[in-house]
């Protein structure tokens, strides 16, 4: 174009509200009739007409009272129009079938007490929504989590550590609590001051694997305590640490969420800390950063903080 200033296709081009109107009045030849069949009014269908024939500087349709009929002109940019708006279906069908795809299933990765004692509920719930949704599940520790969102191979991540990796957005989704727990025959379950930060970090206990959310708020909340023990037993599942603390073999530490039944039903005893702060947590979703959850995820991640899908 020379020096000439670039004006942007869009304040060059008739928008397709506009072509759709052109067509409209070519197949039923009357102004009025186009408007009703494009749910608008007559006044809002001339004045769009007439926009058209300013932004293109041709007359496109003859008025009179028997009737519209399309000029010369208007015939030609009805070609082109039609080929325009057969091009925009054409978009719009790409469109449907890549969110029906979308749609069709949700990839998740959680931490495992978020996957054991959260999820279920959640996904009961979206399935009530979604039916035709197929739901893949991966539970692992919150560092794999991230990694497998960052990787694109989760659209939805639940994790329950300290922090979020660089490259992902979250939001808390709920609140959580460590606590040690032991079995009632354990000589801590029957201190009624339980143990104090330093004890705690001395003891050989039942934990979770480094990479774990449990593992990572553990270890900071007992750094200015020396440090953790070399553990009793390293286990890669909650359910595993649970178990062997119920058998008698130690102490454990694990979410409120992981043993509230058995501490309710007294097979497992709770036990008071003190001196360590920062047993609590924040559990989180994560995503893609720069992304926002679509679809299926969207409508999980409304579920998980109390609301209907689509809530702001």
């Known amino acids: 174009m020379g020096n000439e200033e670039w004006v942007p296709l869009a304040h060059r081009v008739p928008d397709l509200g506009a ?15 186009a408007a009703r069949r494009l749910g608008i009014t007559q006044p809002a269908a001339s004045s769009r007409i007439r926009a058209m024939e300013t932004r293109l500087g ?24 039609r080929r325009v708006v057969e091009a925009a279906e054409a978009f719009d ?13 949700l990839r998740v990765a959680a931490s495992m007490t978020i996957a054991e004692y959260l999820l279920p509920g959640w996904l009961i719930a979206l399935r009530g929504q979604r039916p035709d949704t197929a739901v893949s599940l991966h539970a692992g520790n919150s560092a794999v989590v991230a990694q497998r969102v960052l990787a694109r191979e989760a659209d939805l991540g639940f994790v329950e550590g300290l922090s979020v990796p660089e490259g992902l957005d979250s939001v808390v989704i709920a609140q959580d609590r460590l606590v040690v727990a032991v079995a009632p025959g354990h000589p801590w379950a ?25 593992r990572q708020v553990l270890d900071a909340a007992l750094a200015g305590s020396g440090g953790l023990a070399e553990p009793l037993l390293e286990l890669a599942s909650t359910t595993a640490v649970k178990a062997a ?11 409120e969420l992981a043993v509230g039944v058995e501490l309710a039903g007294r097979r497992l005893v709770e036990v008071p800390v003190s001196g360590a702060a920062g047993l609590g947590r924040a559990l989180r979703a994560v995503w893609p950063g720069g992304t ?15 609301r209907p899908p689509g809530a702001a």
Do not use: K, M, N
């Open 93 to 105: 069908a790409g469109a449907q079938a890549l969110r029906g795809r979308r749609d069709s299933r």
């Open 19 to 33: 072509l759709e109107l052109l067509l409209a009045v070519a197949r039923v030849g009357s102004l009025s009739a």
């Open 190 to 214: 029957r201190r009624s001051r339980g143990v104090v930060a330093a004890e705690l970090a001395a003891t050989p206990l039942i934990l979770r694997e480094r990479g774990s959310g449990t």
């Open 245 to 255: 603390a119920l058998s008698g073999a130690g102490p454990c530490v694990l979410s």
């Open 292 to 306: 926002r959850p679509a679809g299926p995820a969207r409508d999980l991640l409304s579920l998980t903080r109390g």
């Open 58 to 81: 041709v007359a496109l349709v003859d008025r009179s009272p028997r009737g519209s009929t399309l000029t010369a002109d208007g015939a030609l940019v009805t070609d082109w129009a």
